[in-house]
T-cell receptor, first 114, second 114 residues
Framework: DAKTTQPPSMDCAEGRAANLPCNHS???????VYWYRQIHSQGPQYIIH???NNETNEMASLIITEDRKSSTLILPHATLRDTAVYYC???????????????FGQGTILTVHP | KAGVTQTPRYLIKTRGQQVTLSCSPI?????VSWYQQTPGQGLQFLFE???????NKGNFPGRFSGRQFSNSRSEMNVSTLELGDSALYLC?????????????FGPGTRLTVL
C-alpha cells in the first residue's frame, strides 16, 4: 500500500470547518483513499473513502486532487465530539494482500476548541 | 444491528502466561481482522480470518495466533506473554467479499502484562 503523510496535529474552532490534509504521492491507479478516526481509547470509526472523484456523506467530504497525490478530509461544522485522531489510509482496489488489512500511519490529532 | 463486540474489555496477566481474546462480528460479516495498538508502534495489523481460514497475516511472531469458528466469531491467542505485549487489541469485521469492504471496529480489549 502507498505511504501517507499527515500533519501530526491540528486545531479547529467549534462550528468552523476542519480541513485535514493527506499526502499520498506514490498512490497507484488501483488504490483507494480511506479515512478513519479514533476517539480516545475507542475502536477506529470509518468516515469516508474515494478513488478519484470527490465524495460526500453525512459525516464529511473528501476532496482528492486531480493527480491523486493528495486529498483533504473536510468536517463542515466541527464539534467538540470530533476531537480525535484522524487516519488517512490508502488501500488496494483488488485482492492480493489487502483483504481485511488496513495500514495505519500516525494520523493527525484534531483538537476542536470551544 | 448490533456492533462488533469484544471480550473481555480489560485483562491483566503476568509474563509467561497465555491469553485468549474473543471477538463477535456484526451479524452476516464473515471476515474478522485483528490489530494491536501500542503507543510506540501505533495500530498494526495482526491477521485476518474469512470463513474459518486465515487469509492474510501481518508481521508478528508465531506466539500470536487466531482462529475463527463457523459462526464467524474469532479468538486471538497470545502465548508466553511478554511485557511488550501490553496493548489495546482491536478486532474489526466486514462482509469479506471485497477488498473495499468497510471495516467496523469493536471497542477493544486492553491487555496489561506485568
Amino acid at each position: 500500500d502507498a505511504k501517507t503523510t499527515q500533519p501530526p496535529s491540528m486545531d479547529c474552532a467549534e462550528g468552523r470547518a476542519a480541513n485535514l490534509p493527506c499526502n499520498h504521492s506514490t498512490i497507484s491507479g488501483n488504490e483507494y483513499v480511506y479515512w478513519y478516526r479514533q476517539i480516545h481509547s475507542q475502536g477506529p470509526q470509518y468516515i469516508i473513502h474515494g478513488l478519484k472523484n470527490n465524495e460526500t456523506n453525512e459525516m464529511a467530504s473528501l476532496i482528492i486532487t486531480e493527480d491523486r497525490k493528495s486529498s483533504t478530509l473536510i468536517l463542515p461544522h466541527a464539534t467538540l465530539r470530533d476531537t480525535a485522531v484522524y487516519y488517512c489510509i490508502v488501500r488496494e482496489r483488488s485482492g492480493g494482500t489487502s483483504y481485511g488489512k488496513l495500514t495505519f500511519g500516525q494520523g493527525t490529532i484534531l483538537t476542536v476548541h470551544p | 444491528k448490533a456492533g462488533v463486540t469484544q471480550t473481555p474489555r480489560y485483562l491483566i496477566k503476568t509474563r509467561g502466561q497465555q491469553v485468549t481474546l474473543s471477538c463477535s462480528p456484526i451479524s452476516g460479516h464473515r471476515s474478522v481482522s485483528w490489530y494491536q495498538q501500542t503507543p510506540g508502534q501505533g495500530l498494526q495489523f495482526l491477521f485476518e480470518y474469512f470463513s474459518e481460514t486465515q487469509r492474510n497475516k501481518g508481521n508478528f511472531p508465531g506466539r500470536f495466533s487466531g482462529r475463527q469458528f463457523s459462526n464467524s466469531r474469532s479468538e486471538m491467542n497470545v502465548s508466553t506473554l511478554e511485557l511488550g505485549d501490553s496493548a489495546l487489541y482491536l478486532c474489526a469485521s466486514s462482509p469479506g467479499t471485497s477488498v473495499r469492504d468497510t471495516q467496523y471496529f469493536g471497542p477493544g480489549t486492553r491487555l496489561t502484562v506485568l
